[in-house]
């Protein structure tokens, strides 16, 4: 599907995860606005790591978290005390540092048998958003990470989720993993109001291009196209440095 995403880079990773945080304080408040809450799914990785501290530093007073439901658009099959858990990190990193309701925060339960897992994360989300059997939720945000292999959430290249259409959360076998994850799949990041890649570091830098400029690359990042949303690339200049002149903007 044709897609046009909006990349914007930041001189440094400092600038790239206070520009993040602007623009997460941004979605928030208009979606608050429009709709009384704000409906974003959460990452996992060093990367949004250093945004979370960012917002839970700088943005405490300034986006209305009582009003913030929190969701996960994948987690590890662990516990939610396993060093890998994405929900332990965000946890420490902003949930915990922020005046967020905890009967608003929505974890995956990677405890769980991982088939149990998404079925669980299935029914919450159903449930929260009021949707009827085929209806796809609408995130007002959900926030992705690019992996080496141009994999995102817990979407990796020859893995069964990819080509999921009718469930919002899939268990997936990892086989280079010799694990499942537990993932959100394409049909609810493609429903979401807002996605933003949040990519950091020259170790990025090839696969930032090949996602961007290869067309026929068929990896799992290049099939996240808002429907009727907007497609946010917020890189640092090392993670955009092979970028051609078409795309990049300072």
Same mark, same amino acid.
């Given at each position: 599907?044709?897609?046009?995403?909006?990349?914007?880079?930041?001189?440094?990773?400092?600038?790239? @995860?206070?520009?993040?945080?602007?623009?997460?304080?941004?979605?928030?408040?208009?979606?608050?606005?429009?709709? =009384?809450?704000?409906?974003?799914?959460?990452?996992?990785?060093?990367?949004?790591?250093?945004?979370?501290?960012?917002?839970?530093?700088?943005?405490?007073?300034?986006?209305?978290?009582?009003?913030? @439901?929190?969701?996960?658009?994948?987690?590890?099959?662990?516990? *939610?005390?396993?060093?890998? &858990?994405?929900?332990?990190?965000?946890?420490?990193? !902003?949930? &915990?540092?922020?005046?967020?309701? $905890?009967?608003?925060? @929505?974890?995956?339960?990677?405890?769980?048998?991982?088939?149990?897992?998404?079925?669980?994360?299935?029914?919450?989300?159903?449930?929260?958003?009021?949707?009827?059997?085929?209806?796809?939720?609408?995130?007002?945000?959900?926030? !992705?990470?690019? +992996?080496?292999? =141009?994999?995102? $959430?817990?979407?990796?290249?020859?893995?069964?989720?990819?080509?999921?259409?009718?469930?919002?959360?899939?268990?997936?076998?990892?086989?280079? @993993?010799?694990?499942?994850?537990?993932?959100?799949?394409? *049909?609810?990041?493609?429903?979401?109001?807002?996605?933003?890649?949040?990519?950091? +570091? +020259?170790?990025?830098?090839?696969?930032?291009?090949?996602?961007?400029?290869?067309?026929?690359?068929?990896?799992?990042?290049?099939?996240?196209?808002?429907?009727? +949303?907007?497609?946010?690339? !917020?890189?640092?200049? $090392?993670?955009?440095? !092979?970028?051609? =002149?078409?795309?990049?903007?300072?």
């Amino acid at each position: 599907m044709p897609c046009k995403p909006e990349l914007r880079v930041s001189a440094t990773p400092d600038a790239l @995860f206070h520009a993040a945080a602007t623009e997460f304080a941004t979605v928030a408040s208009q979606a608050v606005k429009a709709r =009384g809450t704000f409906y974003v799914a959460l990452s996992g990785g060093s990367t949004p790591k250093a945004l979370y501290s960012v917002l839970a530093r700088d943005f405490k007073e300034s986006i209305p978290w009582q009003k913030v @439901f929190f969701f996960f658009g994948d987690e590890r099959n662990v516990t *939610p005390d396993d060093p890998d &858990s994405n929900y332990r990190m965000a946890n420490e990193a !902003l949930l &915990s540092k922020v005046p967020a309701q $905890a009967e608003n925060v @929505f974890r995956i339960r990677g405890e769980l048998e991982a088939a149990e897992a998404a079925r669980d994360y299935e029914r919450i989300v159903r449930s929260i958003f009021n949707l009827q059997i085929n209806q796809v939720p609408r995130f007002d945000l959900i926030l !992705l990470g690019l +992996g080496p292999d =141009g994999h995102t $959430a817990s979407l990796f290249p020859s893995t069964a989720a990819l080509n999921e259409s009718r469930r919002l959360v899939v268990e997936n076998w990892v086989e280079k @993993f010799k694990t499942h994850r537990i993932t959100f799949t394409f *049909p609810v990041l493609n429903h979401a109001r807002v996605v933003i890649f949040l990519v950091s +570091g +020259g170790d990025k830098a090839s696969m930032v291009r090949e996602v961007l400029e290869t067309k026929n690359a068929n990896l799992p990042s290049q099939r996240v196209c808002p429907e009727s +949303g907007k497609l946010l690339w !917020l890189v640092d200049r $090392a993670a955009a440095a !092979l970028v051609s =002149g078409e795309h990049a903007h300072p």
